[in-house]
């Protein structure tokens, strides 16, 4: 049963406005979430991450958001440019591993 | 470049042939990890080394093997090779497992049974 879910496949967004990927999970017992990037015929990259005792963590143009109660996170991008198209995957741990989504591909137009 | 090297970065094999995917990384990890990726399945572990001479069984071990030689080298063994196990492959390492600094992971070895 997937404990992590990226229930949106693909993402589409003009060049400069924001990008905002989701990401949901089941097990209240995760502490830590984390964000890659993948581009094709490449291994993820690691991109941005949150603890769990924080709501929100900004780096530059990344900003991970994190709603216990909901069990959701997302991440947004702004402003979006064409080099962020690429796979997200977002990442789960309770400490032993990581639990992946199953990716959002992002394509940002010029 | 410092990081992790996956060998080979393509394979086909024919169902029933055995290999071994190569993991090896030089940033002095204690922590590597084999994830397979599959289409709308995301990443999922197969096996984990914690440290060396330690593996442990992730989401999905079965059809495989591993064996951390040492603290720098983790490799994979497909003893006989099945249509299901068509995936692409990626190695990674962390510090130590626990680590919130996230993995490092290589860049795949695409595998095809036929």
């Known amino acids: 049963d997937q404990q992590v879910k990226q229930n949106s496949p693909s993402l589409s967004v003009q060049e400069g406005r924001i990008s905002i990927l989701n990401c949901d999970y089941t097990?209240?017992?995760?502490?830590?979430f984390l964000w890659y990037k993948k581009y094709p015929a490449e291994g993820p990259t690691f991109l941005i991450s949150?603890?769990?005792?924080?709501d929100k963590n900004e780096d530059g143009r990344f900003t991970v958001f994190l709603n216990k109660s909901a069990k959701h996170l997302s991440l947004h991008i702004v402003p979006s440019q064409p080099g962020d198209s690429a796979v997200y995957f977002c990442?789960?741990?309770?400490?032993?591993?990581?639990?992946f989504g199953t990716g959002t591909s992002l394509t940002v137009i010029p | 470049n410092a990081g992790v090297t996956q060998t080979p970065k393509f394979q086909v094999l024919k169902t029933g042939q055995s290999m071994t995917l190569q993991c090896a990384q030089d940033?002095?990890?204690?922590?590597m990890y084999w994830y397979r990726q599959d289409p709308g399945m995301g990443l999922r572990l197969i096996y984990y080394?914690?440290?060396?001479?330690?593996?442990d069984k992730g989401e999905v071990p079965n059809g495989y093997n591993v064996s951390r030689l040492n603290k720098r080298e983790f490799s994979l063994r497909l003893e006989s090779a099945a249509p299901s196990q068509t995936s692409v492959y990626f190695c990674?390492?962390?510090?130590?497992?626990?680590?919130?600094?996230?993995?490092?992971f290589g860049s795949g070895t695409r595998l095809t049974v036929v």
């Open positions: 990674a390492s962390t510090l130590t497992v626990g680590s919130n600094y996230g993995y490092t």
């Open positions: 949150i603890s769990s005792i924080k």
């Open positions: 080394s914690a440290s060396e001479g330690t593996t």
């Open positions: 990442a789960a741990s309770t400490g032993n591993q990581f639990y």
């Open positions: 097990n209240s017992m995760f502490d830590y």
């Open positions: 940033m002095n990890h204690n922590s």
